[in-house]
Every structure is written in C-alpha cells, then in structure tokens.
C-alpha cells in the first residue's frame, strides 16, 4: 500500500481520467481505474477515492445534492483551481502526463512526413488544422451530462457530439472547459 503523498504526475493523471468518467462509475471495480492505477503505482482503490474527493470540488456534482468525499488534500484543491484558471495549459499537462505513463509518444503518432514519399495512385496525405484536445473536450461534456444529450435525453454515445457554448473561435481560455459544452 503506498502512503506517500500523490506527486504532479499521478495528480494531473488522476484529474485527465476524472474528467472521462462518469461519477457514477467512479469505483476500484471500472477497468479505468484499474489501468490507470497500475499506471501510475496506486491502487485501484485510492485511486477511486481520489476521483470521489475530486468530485467534492467540482460544483457541478456538488449542484445535484451528490457530495463525494469529503476528503480533498490541498493539492486536489490547487490542482482544481490551477485546471479552472486555465484549461488549455492544464489539458496540454495532463495529457502529456498520461501519455507518459501509457507510453504514448505525441512525436511518433504524427502522420507521415514531408520527406515521406507515397506512391500511391489516388491517395495523398494532408495536412489540416485540427483542434488540439477536442476528443477530451467531447469526453468530458459527455461525462459531465451522464453520457446523454441535455435536451433530447439521447443516451447513444455514438449519436452524441459536444458543442462549444461559446464558440472555440472566440474564447480561447475556455475551449476545453466542459462547462463551456452541451
């Protein structure tokens, strides 16, 4: 059992994996969990509790009389401060976090390169802009709305999409903020 304190990594880990699963499913049984447990030395079970006492902080689960632990450290409080004064930066950390510790390497998964030929007939690779972190935006509107659309009560992942509130284009601050999403 490890006693020591939650370092920067497993605390950016821990808030990346909150904000992806539902608060109902936030248990040392969720194959989630279980993972990122083993992936950042805890046990499935403290990391739970950990998600629970995130969840005492966020006031959209505090809103529907639901409470988690009433436990948060003062680095989970920082760390929610730190994450709402700035979800662009917070989301860069806390991915980079998590692709540390499953082994993911950004550089690697790119596509192919310039100096890369490719001979096929009617295919050629290019090169757009795309939102940066949008996948993680999309998990967390869907988490924080129980995986259901929250006008209609479509419960379909698959037929779900996450929409900006204020558009992306105009509130940079703001674009991976779920509470900005429906």
């Known amino acids: 059992m490890n006693h020591l304190q939650w370092n920067r990594k497993q605390l950016l880990v821990a808030f990346a994996l909150y904000t992806q699963v539902p608060f109902g499913r936030l248990h040392a049984r969720n194959p989630d969990i279980i993972k990122h447990a083993e992936l950042i030395g805890r046990t499935p079970s403290a990391l739970a509790m950990k998600l629970v006492n995130i969840a005492s902080l966020d006031p959209v689960i505090t809103s529907t009389g639901r409470s988690g632990l009433k436990s948060a450290s003062k680095a989970d409080k920082a760390m929610w401060e730190e994450m709402n004064s700035d ?3 917070f989301w860069k950390e806390s991915q980079v ?3 540390s510790v499953t082994g993911i390497d950004a550089k690697k998964t790119n596509a192919i390169s310039d ?3 490719s001979y096929l007939a009617d295919d050629k690779m290019a090169f757009a802009s ?3 972190g949008q996948d993680s ?3 967390a509107v869907l988490c924080a709305y129980n995986v259901q659309c929250c006008i209609t009560g479509i419960d ?3 037929l779900l999409i996450a929409s900006h509130i204020i558009p992306w284009a105009k ?3 703001n674009r991976l903020n779920p ?3 429906l």
Request: glycine share 4%.
């Open 137 to 139: 935006f999309r998990k």
């Open 97 to 99: 976090a998590v692709d």
């Open 130 to 132: 795309v939102r940066h």
């Open 179 to 181: 509470c900005n999403g």
């Open 87 to 89: 979800w662009e930066i």
């Open 171 to 173: 509130d940079k601050k």
């Open 156 to 158: 379909n992942p698959k």
């Open 115 to 117: 100096n890369q030929a």
